[in-house]
């Protein structure tokens, strides 16, 4: 099988047994059964940017490689590089078009003081990870509806919960008082890859708004990297949007710009 490209790879990472990799001539196709209305866990990765006939022909073989159920409503395609191609064929019909950049890091540095009292600690318990679930609901993106992201969220916290039992995963929080106001992933894979590399990625890196500018979100990632620094990873990934100032955060704590990831996306309505 031919060498996973890093986005997949750390996907790999994060979602291990609950998400299915296949590779196809030219795509691969991801796909978690468990959560069809996972956007990002059900979506086709291409070998190179679209072309000029691809607006037909990458819907389909999505609807033949990918769709499992009538949960779905979107459709989500990625490739890595910086060409766009004929992206602009998809965004004609409708799709959003998403520029993101993978970095990676050695080692984290050190970051400093947290401008407000916070008791950082490992997710772990009923009640803390109902409020994880409360807080990803309030501060999700307002294209997705209530009932849907309820929905998604709740499976999504199983998963994560069911990760962080291995060992090799966790999520972290900052807390203020009784409030969560950040919260990451950090998932770490149990072995060396075929490159002799020992890997980690983070994931969904979130601060509430009410929260920011005030050194959560870097503490967190030194936080989370020293939890698992028993596991010995040789490279932290974390994937960006590449125009979100989180981006200056994560430079500042040694992480650099090694490749970007493309993306189109359609929600229906």
């Known amino acids: 099988m031919a060498a996973l490209p890093i986005s997949l790879r750390t996907h790999l990472i994060v979602y291990g047994a609950a998400c299915t990799i296949r590779r196809h001539n030219g795509f691969w196709s991801v796909v978690t059964p468990g959560n069809p209305t996972f956007f990002w866990g059900n ?104 009932a849907d992201h309820q929905l998604y969220m709740r499976r999504k916290a199983a998963q994560w919960r069911k990760s962080a039992e291995t060992g090799l995963s966790l999520i972290v929080g900052a807390f203020v008082g009784n409030e969560l106001a950040a919260a990451l992933g950090l998932y770490a894979e149990s072995k060396p890859g075929p490159d002799g590399r020992r890997c980690a990625r983070y994931q969904d890196v979130v601060t509430d708004p009410r929260w920011r500018q005030r050194g959560l979100c870097s503490a967190l990632l030194v936080y989370a990297a020293n939890e698992l620094a028993a596991h010995a990873i040789d490279k932290h990934f974390i994937i960006a949007d590449e125009n979100d100032t989180a981006r200056n955060i994560y430079e500042a704590r040694g992480f650099v710009a090694v490749d970007r990831l493309r993306g189109l996306e359609f929600v229906e309505a």
Do not use: C, N
């Open 43 to 146: 979506f086709l990765h291409f070998e190179a940017a679209p072309g000029p006939e691809d607006a037909e022909r990458w819907p389909s073989l999505f609807e033949s490689h990918v769709r499992t159920s009538q949960l779905s409503r979107h459709t989500a395609f990625s490739w890595e590089g910086y060409e766009r191609g004929a992206s602009d064929s998809f965004v004609r019909r409708g799709y959003h078009f998403l520029e993101s950049v993978i970095m990676e890091a050695h080692q984290l540095t050190p970051a400093g003081a947290v401008a407000i009292e916070v008791d950082m600690r490992r997710i772990d318990g009923d009640i803390d990870w109902e409020k994880l679930v409360e807080f990803h609901m309030h501060t999700r993106d307002p294209i997705h509806s209530e």
